[in-house]
């Protein structure tokens, strides 16, 4: 998988520095300590969270309540609105 990430000069100087230095200066240093920032963030995320099968049957329940009271694009705000609670 591909993840494009778009940093600000010093931070992103300060991470190849700190990349090659704990990986070495060969190919593939960056992507191990980009997994690894990743890994770290989302383990230091909330842990409690309950793990989802399906996605979409989460945001069908969610949005249950509007049903057939908005348009398609109005449940998408609606949905990006639940979600960012």
Do not use: C
């Amino acid at each position: 998988m591909v993840l494009k990430v778009e940093f600000g000069n010093e931070l992103e100087q300060q991470f190849r520095e700190l990349a090659m230095r704990r990986y070495g200066f060969s190919k593939g240093s960056i992507k191990k300590a980009s997994e690894e920032a990743i890994s770290i963030w989302i383990k230091q995320q909330n842990p409690s969270l309950p793990k989802v099968k399906d996605p979409f049957t989460l945001i069908e329940g969610i949005l249950s309540r509007v049903r057939g009271k908005y348009t398609a694009v109005q449940l998408q705000h609606e949905a990006a609105k639940l979600w960012i609670k």
